[in-house]
């Protein structure tokens, strides 16, 4: 048992330890039940006398937070307030170089609370269904997994981009989406997240310019901003990025990378058109810039023509291309990758390495014994025509329940249905009453590099919910709209 001690000090020693265990009892570090070392082997341990470990005891005996049981030894008991960490001692000041990280506001981004509790907040956010999650299927592969490779996959695993054979089932995935792939391409990370860190992070330096789509991928957003990075935006319509645009921003803002979502984009649900997909990629050539395609849901597709991945037109490592299993899967699974050729990859795979030397080796075996023998086909076929009936609900009751001003771009695919707001209600201002009325959603403002142009969207996930529950949750927004003062004669 480890208790730092000071032997200097004029707090006794006895009380000095005393004061630890207690700390650690109270705050249930130590839990009710724990056996305690005996008072021989604690001495020894500190280098103390065995009375000295014996006074300590006795102080906690006396005050109920410990007991000794005759010939069983001395043991932690309950508390009533055991899980309570003890509340900081206010009166000393935090460390000078802590009071640079002191924040007036709270964080920008947060799951925002609901302030009524006797409704059950209906979610329009978050990634999937975790009604959806293969959870019996993926046991099976993990059992399976341990079975076949026993401590093998305890292991850190290859260093060198993966587990090889996730790597070429990738690759094949990857094939069937029209991307020719080879494994040693591809580096599988924790999450997508980290793909878009890690290029960024190999690309850029602080005050760097990134371009980015506006409206864009919150976290990405946030990412680049914390990376010290200048966001600039290029507007979207119902083809996805104004690419017509682009060209101008290239030649006065001199980006370094430009950040899209060509599929299902989060938040607006667009696709970017097939001639903007090789616009796109012929000024990145005339300018050379390099472009990160970030295809988080791309499978997710329920009707419409699949349009060419943007990675699968490219022929000269133009392009650096990343997927994840979070939405097509479970988002716990933190697996993910990217797809880079050329010089960079190497540079990629190092930098990822020393940053988090590995993602589980027992995951990405997992997950491999999962796709591989085929039930992740099947699974993606059950999520499209659970998805795309949640869609349909959603678009329905958006026209049932929601004032005629309000707009949308019925999405093909993905998760999102991007809704633009009549003027006058800031949607930062509505989620508050939609909290109220216990429906969340995500405010505009989270995904635009000024947030002030995103107040008159919001953006709902229709996958995270079963239809009534969509019915019901839209009905509150309405409500919520109506008491914001959406006054309209179409109700
Ligand atoms: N890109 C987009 C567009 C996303 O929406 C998300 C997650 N919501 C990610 C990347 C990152 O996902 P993950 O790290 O779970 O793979």
Known sequence: MRIPLDRQSEIPVYEQIEKTLRKNILSGNLAPETRLPGTRTLAEELGVSRIT??????????????????????????QEEIGAVPKLDKT??????????????PPPVGPARPQRDRLQLIQFTGVGDPDQFPLRDFTKSL?????RDGVAALEYGDFNGGHLPLRRTIAHILAS????????????????????SLICQVLLKAGDVILVEKPTYNFALELFRDL???????PIDGNGMRVEDLELLLQQAHPKLIYTIPNFQNPSGVCMSSPRRRQLLALSDRYNIPILEDDFAGDLRYDGRTQPAIKGLDNGGRVIYTG????????????????ADGPI????VEHKRVHDLATSSLLQRTLDEYVTVGRYQAHLRRSCRVYSKRREAMLAAIGRHLPKEVTVDPPQGGLFIWLRLPEGIPSPELLEAALEEGVEFAPGTRFFPDPAEGERYLRLNFATQPPENIEAGIRRLGKAMKYKGVSSDHW
């Open 53 to 78: 470990v014996k006074n300590a005891y006795a102080w906690l005996e006396s005050d109920g937070l410990i007991a000794t049981r005759a010939g069983s030894g001395t043991y932690v008991l309950a």
């Open 177 to 196: 989406q029209g991307i020719q792939a080879r494994p040693e391409n591809i580096l599988v990370t924790s999450g997508s997240q980290q793909a878009l």
């Open 228 to 234: 010290g990075y200048i966001v600039e935006g290029i």
């Open 92 to 105: 000393i000041p935090w460390p000078l170089w802590q009071q640079q990280f002191y924040r007036e506001e």
């Open 143 to 147: 059992l399976a997994v341990l079975r």
């Open 345 to 348: 990859f190497a540079r990629l």
């Open 324 to 339: 994840t299993f979070s939405k097509m899967l479970m988002p716990g699974l933190r697996m993910g990758f990217l797809l």
